[in-house]
């Protein structure tokens, strides 16, 4: 997708492809033939410029064909950059600005609480992201309200645009963090997917306060020379480039 545009962000979208990969195929309740399902689990891709790994797994679960895949980015194509919920089927938040992702999936959270729903939101946001005044507003927000139906995962990859977070806006003690908000914290190994997955399934089941997933990946995994490689952040491979990745990840 990223190689046929000319542009986007593949190890962002790599680093968080097994959680994705969980999610939508094994934990949340959603339905690729009834796109708003009042019912549905919620997902917002807090970092919406990872959006090729969203749709990838959206086209795979069957809310729109592969061949759609082939438009990211294109002129006319329902595949932003970032995403859309007004486009995209299968969508639950349009992205844009980083940081705003949490707050919206808290109002989702609120509300399945307010209408009596069963539904379960899980919010997947950067750690480069976490650098941004409002996701920390938020995250002392849900536990004021016993947001227990609402899961936050971190794809810890250690980098953002400009290079390591550590060296940016050190996040340490990220963990201590999360858990002097009153959040509760489980730190996972974010490409183990049994361990994805088992983690995933127990917060769902959380009861009195929201969970936070600190999930440990690897920018661009799989792909040997953009691992941990910030390069790669936004810069789309070129074709011999594509044809080792791809080689590599088959």
């Known amino acids: 997708m990223i190689s046929e545009a000319g542009s986007g962000h593949p190890g962002g979208s790599l680093s968080a492809a097994d959680i994705v990969a969980a999610l939508y195929f094994a934990v949340m309740k959603h339905d690729p033939k009834n796109p708003k399902w009042p019912d549905r689990d919620r997902f917002i891709l807090s970092k919406g410029h990872a959006a090729p790994i969203l749709y990838a797994a959206l086209a795979e679960c069957g809310y729109f064909p592969l061949e ?7 002129t006319g194509t329902c595949l932003q950059g970032h995403t859309d919920s007004t486009l995209t089927p299968g969508v ?3 992205a844009g600005s980083l940081g705003m992702g949490l707050s919206v999936g808290i ?5 399945a609480k ?4 069963s539904y379960h939101t899980y919010v ?3 750690d480069g992201e976490c ?10 927000f849900a536990p004021n309200y016993k947001l227990d139906n609402l899961t936050v995962i971190v794809d810890f990859n250690g980098l953002q645009l400009d290079g390591f ?4 806006m050190n996040l340490e003690p990220f963990v201590d963090k999360w858990r002097a908000f009153n959040w509760e914290v489980i730190e996972i190994n974010g490409h183990d997917m049994a361990q994805v997955v088992d983690t995933l399934n127990k917060a769902g089941a959380a009861h009195g306060k929201p969970i936070a997933i600190i999930a440990h990946t690897i920018k661009g995994k799989g792909v040997s020379f953009m691992e941990n490689n910030v390069d790669y952040h936004g810069k789309a491979p070129n074709k011999a ?9 088959s």
């Open 68 to 74: 759609w895949l082939g438009t990211l980015r294109k």
């Open 92 to 94: 639950d938040e349009s």
């Open 107 to 111: 109002g989702m959270a609120i509300a």
């Open 114 to 117: 307010l209408d009596k729903k």
């Open 124 to 126: 997947l946001l950067g």
């Open 131 to 140: 650098d941004e005044g409002q996701i920390w507003e938020a995250a002392m």
């Open 165 to 168: 977070t550590k060296n940016i």
């Open 241 to 249: 480039e594509t044809e080792k990745a791809l080689k590599e990840l």
